[in-house]
């Protein structure tokens, strides 16, 4: 699971550029200029991420980059509870289990995928594990 997505940002007739996402057709802004654009772009993928939590909807993996858009990544915090959650998701007594064997109170472990709530990034970490996942962060050059 990626939580790096392409958007596309489009020349806006007052200046700066629109911002869209065909993976989350919601994802919509725009920026003064590149940078502000990708920046937005990044908050508004964490919004819409964190508002497909809270509804109990699909989190679309990533596409392919086209040659006309650029990349934008989900915060770090919101990546991990979205990777939890879709570890998570549809599994009856996943709460429990993960209760019993991270010796966390089921109240934690809501916690953890409410997407609001400041978990540590560690305790998400022992979580995904639990799971059968590895967190693996990745470093790149901005170009």
């Given at each position: 699971?990626?939580?790096?997505?392409?958007?596309?940002?489009?020349?806006?007739?007052?200046?700066?550029?629109?911002?869209?996402?065909?993976?989350?057709?919601?994802?919509?802004?725009?920026g003064?200029?590149?940078?502000?654009?990708?920046?937005?772009?990044?908050?508004?993928?964490?919004?819409?991420?964190?508002?497909?939590?809270?509804?109990?909807?699909?989190?679309?993996?990533?596409?392919?980059?086209?040659?006309?858009e650029?990349?934008?990544?989900?915060?770090?915090?919101?990546?991990?509870?979205?990777?939890?959650?879709?570890?998570?998701?549809?599994?009856?007594?996943?709460?429990?289990?993960?209760?019993?064997a991270?010796?966390?109170?089921?109240?934690?472990?809501?916690?953890?995928?409410?997407?609001?709530?400041?978990?540590?990034?560690?305790?998400?970490?022992?979580?995904?594990?639990?799971?059968?996942?590895?967190?693996?962060?990745?470093?790149?050059?901005?170009?």
């Amino acid at each position: 699971m990626q939580f790096t997505y392409p958007v596309l940002l489009t020349t806006a007739d007052e200046g700066g550029f629109v911002v869209s996402c065909r993976d989350l057709p919601e994802v919509v802004t725009q920026g003064e200029d590149l940078e502000d654009a990708i920046d937005n772009a990044e908050g508004a993928l964490q919004a819409a991420i964190e508002y497909r939590i809270e509804q109990d909807m699909d989190i679309p993996a990533s596409s392919r980059r086209k040659k006309n858009e650029h990349m934008a990544t989900v915060p770090i915090l919101t990546a991990m509870k979205a990777a939890l959650y879709l570890a998570t998701r549809g599994k009856r007594g996943m709460n429990a289990k993960l209760s019993l064997a991270l010796d966390l109170d089921e109240k934690e472990v809501r916690r953890m995928l409410d997407p609001h709530h400041a978990t540590k990034a560690t305790t998400i970490e022992r979580a995904l594990a639990v799971l059968g996942h590895r967190l693996i962060v990745s470093v790149e050059k901005i170009a």
